[in-house]
């Protein structure tokens, strides 16, 4: 089974950072993209960022240009990804969760695709 454990989650002012990490364990596939979601209401998520084993990275508009999305270079199997936090609004405080799978999707149910982390909270104050 798929495991996926995130961390670095907590609280920030606005204008600072905050990385959140997620470390995959139990993929057998070669070939797999693990987004960031934030959760947006009881039961939707939001893909806010994602990246693929061949190094494609996807942005939210909303993100774009103040988070980047990585892999861990010591991790040849691709399956810890990292995403730095910058610029922070108030408006990003929500839960983040990691999921992994062959094709992340935008908006979900969350959990409802793909195996996910247990999620990490995200508070963001002015």
């Known amino acids: 089974a798929v495991v996926l454990v995130e961390s670095g989650g907590g609280s920030a002012q606005a204008g600072g950072s905050l990385r959140l990490s997620c470390a995959a364990s139990?993929?057998?596939?070669?070939?797999?993209?693990i987004g960031w979601y934030r959760q947006n209401t009881e039961n939707e998520c939001e893909l806010m960022s994602s990246?693929?084993?061949?190094?494609?990275?996807?942005?939210?508009d909303f993100v774009k240009g103040r988070f980047t999305i990585s892999q861990d270079p010591a991790d040849s199997a691709k399956n810890t990804v990292y995403l730095q936090m910058n610029s922070l609004k108030v408006e990003d405080s929500a839960v983040y969760y990691c999921?992994?799978?062959?094709?992340?999707?935008?908006?979900?149910?969350?959990?409802?695709?793909?195996?996910w982390g247990q999620g990490t909270q995200v508070t963001v104050s002015s």
């Open positions: 990246i693929r084993t061949d190094g494609k990275a996807y942005y939210d």
């Open positions: 139990g993929v057998t596939e070669d070939d797999f993209e």
């Open positions: 999921a992994a799978d062959i094709r992340v999707h935008r908006v979900v149910t969350c959990g409802a695709f793909g195996d």
